[in-house]
């Protein structure tokens, strides 16, 4: 299973970006798909999730900016930011899990500047 993620760049305060991040290859039973972030210098935390069943999870900081989708048909996950802030700004790396094998993409800069 491979995840290419995309969408990233660079964007001024309040601005608006959407990544994606599709899988190929072998793919059954994903269980949860999510976003994390990971800024200069600081580890990588989760940013969103969605599981399965269509549950999703948020960071406090990116609570009713960021919204995680997902099309299913074609193994792909979104994350629509909107009113981005410089604090947004890092390398944003989508998971999938599926069974008990965890995949990760490469990784897509988004800068915000204030």
């Known amino acids: 299973v491979q995840l290419q993620a995309s969408g990233g760049g660079l964007v001024q305060a309040g601005g608006s970006l959407r990544l994606s991040c599709a899988a190929s290859?072998?793919?059954?039973?994903?269980?949860?798909m999510g976003w994390y972030r990971q800024p200069p210098d600081k580890q990588r935390d989760l940013v969103a999730s969605?599981?399965?069943?269509?549950?999703?999870n948020y960071a406090d900081s990116v609570q009713g900016r960021f919204m995680i989708s997902r099309d299913i048909r074609s193994n792909t996950v979104y994350l629509q930011m909107n009113n981005l802030k410089a604090e947004d700004t890092g390398v944003y790396y989508c998971?999938?899990?599926?069974?008990?094998?965890?995949?990760w993409g490469q990784g897509t800069q988004v800068t915000v500047s204030s």
């Open positions: 998971r999938f899990n599926q069974g008990t094998a965890t995949y």
């Open positions: 290859g072998r793919i059954r039973g994903i269980k949860f």
């Open positions: 969605i599981t399965a069943g269509g549950h999703t």
